[in-house]
């Protein structure tokens, strides 16, 4: 069975850092695209990146480009998703998720329904 976890959330204050695993189970690991979502309260759901598991090429919204940073480590089948220069904004729920398409930010912030499995979410307060 397929199955996303997502940890690393938590409060930290403006300017700040944290670092977000999501780690898998249940399926053929190289052969999916991970994205990395986020929802703040009173919005939409909103694509935030994407890692393409067997090339490692990967993708950023606007957003976050420059400050977010996927990785993966194969051996313990996780995604990362290390943010810096964290700011009030980038408050939300963030969510990963796996899709056999290719990574592109465009495909994970129009077409999410491309993504199949999905994890539960992990908070992200950014406050002073």
């Known amino acids: 069975q397929l199955q996303l976890v997502e940890s690393g959330g938590g409060l930290v204050q403006p300017g700040g850092s944290l670092r977000l695993s999501c780690a898998a189970s249940?399926?053929?690991?190289?052969?999916?695209?991970i994205g990395w979502f986020r929802q703040a309260p009173g919005k939409e759901r909103e694509g935030v990146s994407c890692?393409?598991?067997?090339?490692?090429?990967?993708d950023y919204a606007g957003s976050v480009k420059g400050r977010f940073t996927m990785s993966r480590n194969n051996a313990k089948n996780t995604v990362y998703l290390q943010m810096n220069s964290l700011k009030p904004e980038d408050t939300a729920v963030y969510y990963c998720?796996?899709?056999?398409?290719?990574?592109?930010?465009?495909?994970?912030?129009?077409?999410?329904?491309?993504?199949?499995?999905w994890g539960q979410g992990t908070q992200v307060t950014v406050s002073s």
């Open positions: 249940g399926f053929s690991w190289n052969n999916y695209t």
């Open positions: 998720a796996a899709s056999p398409a290719r990574c592109d930010i465009v495909v994970v912030r129009t077409r999410q329904t491309e993504f199949s499995y």
């Open positions: 890692i393409e598991i067997s090339a490692g090429s990967t």
